[in-house]
DNA sequence: AACTCGGGGCA
DNA sequence: TGCCCAGAGTT
């Protein structure tokens, strides 16, 4: 496994990548980026992004969503795919905001994950980005950018992904580390053809020293 | 741990 | 056409 060290390196050549590297799903307050975050599960934030501008004009606070024509929240989210769930989560979740948090955003990880269609990833996006508490979120991007640098074992799970990171990472770097790596994962290190041949961090990759030899 | 939801983007 | 996407919920 890479060590604390090299992965403290690692995340600082990553950020040299991507100086600005932030959220980069649109959101003006922490009840619009729960929604927005919960809305992005299996979908591209380019996707989400299309969509979410229009459905906050129309629908800007959770006693909104709440009053809104389910059918109608539907027909404005179809386009990210599972839109059906998401749609009765967004209207379940506003009701639970407003009946068990006073209609505000609640900034603890126990009560953001009991909101419908908010899990582990999504609360952890939350607490660091609207209220700057330390989380790590590990979403496809993290995972895959930690496996193949081996930051962690290949069958490691999502909270052990998150769990190695805090240990290898200063706690006041943990959010901008997350966001380094989405970045670095989503226009570098992509799924299915990671620019291996002009990786600043390659002389620590250990899975593109065996994709570069597979090649040949 | 494995499975399902899902339309759109991209090769 | 086939594979995958800033995951969550259920079994």
Redesign the pocket.
């Known amino acids: 496994m890479l060590s604390k060290e090299k992965t403290l390196e690692v995340v600082n050549i990553m950020a040299e990548m991507f100086p600005e590297a932030?959220?980069?799903?649109t959101h003006r307050n922490p009840f619009e980026l729960v929604i927005a975050?919960?809305l992005?599960?299996?979908?591209?934030?380019v996707?989400v992004n299309k969509v979410t501008p229009a459905l906050f004009e129309k629908y800007p606070t959770p006693e909104a969503f709440v009053q809104a024509p389910l059918e109608d929240i539907m027909n404005m989210i179809?386009?990210?795919?599972?839109?059906?769930?998401k749609a009765k989560?967004i209207k379940a979740c506003c009701q639970m905001l407003i009946e068990d948090f006073g209609g505000e955003v609640p900034q603890t990880r126990e009560e953001l994950?009991k909101l419908?269609?908010?899990?582990?990833?999504?609360?952890n996006v939350v607490l660091g980005d609207a209220f700057n508490v330390p989380a790590i979120a590990v979403?496809?991007?993290v995972e895959?950018v930690s496996k193949r640098l081996r930051i962690v074992k290949q069958k490691a799970?999502v909270l052990e992904v998150e769990e190695a990171l805090m240990k290898k990472i200063p706690k006041d770097m943990w959010v901008k580390t997350h966001?380094r790596m989405?970045f670095f994962g989503?226009y570098h290190c992509i799924?299915?053809q990671p620019k291996c041949e002009t990786c600043p961090v390659f002389d620590y990759c250990q899975e593109g020293k065996s994709r570069l030899l597979k090649q040949k």
Do not use: F, M, W
């Open positions: 932030e959220c980069e799903l975050v919960a992005s599960a299996q979908a591209t934030d996707s179809k386009t990210i795919g599972l839109y059906r769930n989560n994950v419908p269609g908010v899990g582990r990833k999504t609360a979403d496809t991007h895959r799970t966001h989405i989503r799924a299915r």
